[in-house]
């Protein structure tokens, strides 16, 4: 049994992270905590989150000194914000937790990025450069060896794992960039009270043009430019991304369905669609990312879907802790 | 033409009332105005509420002397807070203005009320005397002579619009009190933002059991007891009540549908069902009331539905405008 | 292990009830069968449901002759149409097997009550005598000797579970019949295509006034009148059901929580509220009925929630699963 | 006044245009027609559409006989299926009636466009090749002396408003197609039943990859290849489209705005925004099309967004009205 600390607990992945964790076989969740600062501290998750009433009724603890609340913990999942980990999850670190941060403190290589994109100086140079990106599918080696693991972004992870196979076996005219329009749940802009989120507030609408935080993670893991439009859709929780690519002269369905199936068949987290393209309904509620797509000439349509809470965060964080401890890559999660 | 002021018109009710002023013929928008220290202040109304760009581009003032506002001011629209309301609506009246308040200041007779629900001592009572319960079907002689209309609350005029024509034809047995069972769009909890009402927590659920303040308002003005539980419905707008009553021993269905077609027939506003029942979206974006029912021995269930924001608030005072003016009664409304 | 066999299970009930079944781990589904009219019979469930794709991949298997069918089998969950079960689930009981019955067709005793609610002539009194009525938490006992055990309506489930422990305590006052209004999810019409089941006609909106069939049932099996005025609600899956009722002269809130927590408080799957009252948000994908309650003088709300699909349906018909065969109540289920 | 009829009046596109034209000045609704097939032959229009009730209960006639039905009748609007406008427009045309067909029937040239898309044969050759498209605010001109306007379909409209400016400035780089993604609300899908658009079913999904039949019209009237790529939102109406677009090296997003200026200052159902992009909510239950963009290097998103059944339907066949015959061109519209 791995004892494990959930910091910020109370928000909508923590306390997916918190379910998942609960039921999970190998892991004693020691504590919930939340920031000292909150509101919510001292609450029992279960008033948060009512539907965990009975299944998870722990008390979300304030988060007064990391070292003090890092003792005899093995496991640390940090579900905070960008700022909160960059600055906690070293103490973790040194503590000798190993750190799953479903932030976007440690994604992406070279400071510029947060100074730009995040809007802060990043500090810790080192964790950053030991951090290993956990897009699991494709890093499960440098998961099973890293202290310090940053789950990737919930946009990136769908726009990754849709494109990723056809660059590896590159299939793409990049002289055309990939155009992913993705339309996002409301979960995914947290829990906390804002007008833009409110229920009569919400519609579908672009936002970010051209300058959301989860362009530069998708180009610079991919290695390509994107233009990367997100959307706020009209329903809780999932993402939708629809990607229209060039492919290459000659490039057929058949090169990518093949580029598809050697990259996932044997991923049990991606289903691939031998036919048409995911609906949203497919994955809400599930640790899976769908994919489908259509060719026509040079022409392709990828369509990838998931729950933007969990292959979009927390599924996907487990999954990285059940590679990193060697514990069945689905445990807990199906 | 009469100039007009609207105080509170960034709010959803507010939004609503300045478009029907804006298609008016008789009415001249003169100014929009929100409270002094509002982050409104200084912006379009349509920036608020982009679905009036290029029909009303005012400007939102903030509202710093209510003396210096009410300057060639012949009707002021109140969609503010009960206390702002309380506070600024005897300055408007005091300068000769008609004042059509949409909040719950001046609704109900005596200070316990407000006191007990609306946590304030109510300083005027001078003008809480004089006030009209603006319920438009029923109040209109007093309405035409008024120059303090408290248009009523969005639950009380539907549960007073099915009830009212049933006590006044005395066909209710009283020993059981009527059961009125409400659901609201979310609108109806105001533009502000709250952990309440944002997306991912809505859900429909009962609020305020036994002590909603619009409880006592609807039996202040009908006279009679009733258990009132209001619910939040997971869609924006509309308000659904279904009301369970004990008619009085031998009273039948003709009976009742002879009472609601005496009340209404002649009014424009109300529409009745000769079978059947309404649904939300009836009346969504209208100005109607819609009421149907079902009796079974002694049972009578009374739906009435209309929409919270409109007949509920906006279009129920410039209902009460028409009246008070000998406008036609559903001008700009239909 | 016991061979199981899903009639219907093409629905969205018997599509929980197979997810649910198949990771029992005391339970081997042998076949999925549909209707041997049905259009869906060859398609994989996950065709219908992508939500089970690579999780349930079973074929629908047109269902032709019973007897052959019932080979082998230990158990038959029937999630079929109240006729269809009505005529099948004699052949299946002669066969031995042990039948969970999901539909209406042997949930209350007395033939006319099927001639007046269901339109048809019960043809099987003998079974109909026999059956175990599966409101598990109040019928444990006899639900672990029967070997036909017809699983409670969703509506009723809720309103049983809350009204049950304040009728055997003789709390309430029964001059004035119980008004329970109940607001359900779309996926309780089921899924074959339908005008008032389509996307734009939903709209939260009353139905079956004074003559659904539910209401019968409800006071067949708690032994009142109640009125049950059901309503579709803009929202896929979930009931809420708010129960008015009259309490005896001296009975307080403390009685109503005593009865309650007397009744529920080693029972897994009902959760009580010590304050507020439900949201439907707590138990939609839950296997839960949750249950609050206010009290105003003689007058007591009381709110039950569950999913329909779930503690109204394929939760509640695993349960008495488990409880039958002597596994763990919540067995597969939490 | 001008006599009107109009067929197919119990759509969602229908009634709304019966809305409008019920509260225009000009217009005499001479009757409503459905097929004679039709199962809501003999039914009040507010029947079907509540929300008319005692505004237009006017009945929806069996149209048995065109000849007999033409007669009197100065203006015909056709709301049918494309079939049924392709066979019955001919004979209101030859009667001298004026015709606004808001069906595909006549919107594109060449008969193989319908034996590809549509799937039959088209009969009319001389009718197709007078047919005027209505759209409204690039064909006024040719509007004025047409018999048959083929008002355009509701993805082309929005589509072509985003992108004509900028192609008749040249401002496109075509050897990259724009990329259109479409998000439309489900009463796009008309009215009929369908496993497809029932409510348990609907949710955010791409459909008609490659192969939607408004793709060849938005190309056929643009002059350009595009990608098309429509999806089903979980929301009743209306349209937004994100369309991504290579400029020409040099073009600047002032070059862009100005090209949109000089389209659309002077119509007024066009809304441009200076800053920020349109959401749904903006134009639902409007008649508006609003437009938006941003640039970014070569990289232009326009985003345009219109309510379906309003300026994708029945708004712009009023709009095309009110052009046809002198009336200012948003009579009746806003």
Chains 1, 2, 3, 4 share one sequence.
């Not at 290589?109 to 730009?116: E, I, L, N």
């Not at 992913?180 to 936002?207: D, H, M, W």
Request: charged content about 15%; aromatic content about 8%; overall charge negative.
């Amino acid at each position: 049994m791995l004892n494990t600390l959930i910091v910020g607990a109370s928000g909508y992945a923590g306390a997916e992270l918190t379910a998942y964790l609960n039921r999970h076989p190998h892991m004693n969740i020691t504590a919930l905590a939340v920031s000292a600062q909150s509101a919510d501290a001292g609450k029992l998750l279960s008033e948060l989150h009512p539907q965990l009433k009975g299944i998870v009724d722990l008390p979300l603890q304030p988060l007064v000194n990391v070292a003090e609340a890092a003792k005899g913990i093995d496991v640390v999942f940090l579900a905070t914000a960008h700022e909160v980990s960059h600055d906690i999850a070293p103490e973790f670190l040194a503590a000798g937790c190993v750190v799953f941060d479903l932030s976007g403190a440690f994604r992406v290589q070279g400071s510029d990025f947060y100074r730009q994109y995040y809007g802060f100086e990043h500090q810790h140079a080192d964790w950053l450069a030991k951090a290993v990106y956990g897009l699991a599918e494709w890093q499960s080696e440098k998961i099973k060896e890293a202290q310090l693991i940053a789950v990737p972004g919930c946009y990136p992870t769908a726009a990754q794992l849709a494109l990723k196979p056809l660059i590896d076996k590159q299939l793409l005219n990049l002289d055309q960039w990939p155009v992913i329009n993705a339309v996002s749940g409301v979960s995914g802009a947290g829990r906390k009270a804002s007008v833009t989120t409110s229920f009569c507030e919400v519609s579908l609408q672009p936002y970010g043009l051209f300058n959301h935080r989860h362009q530069p993670e998708i180009s610079a893991h991919l290695g390509i430019p994107v233009i990367f439009t997100p959307h706020l859709g009209s329903f809780p929780r999932g993402i939708l991304e629809t990607i229209t690519c060039r492919l290459k002269t000659g490039v057929t369905a058949q090169d990518v369905a093949a580029a598809y199936h050697e990259a996932y068949d044997d991923k049990p987290l991606v289903r691939l669609y031998d036919k048409g393209v995911p609906a949203l309904k497919s994955v809400v509620g599930l640790p899976f990312c769908d994919i489908g797509f259509a060719v026509q000439g040079e022409h392709l349509i990828a369509v990838a879907a998931e729950d933007n809470l969990l292959k979009g965060a927390a599924a996907q964080a487990v999954q990285c802790l059940n590679i990193r401890f060697g514990f069945p890559e689905t445990q807990s999660l199906i």
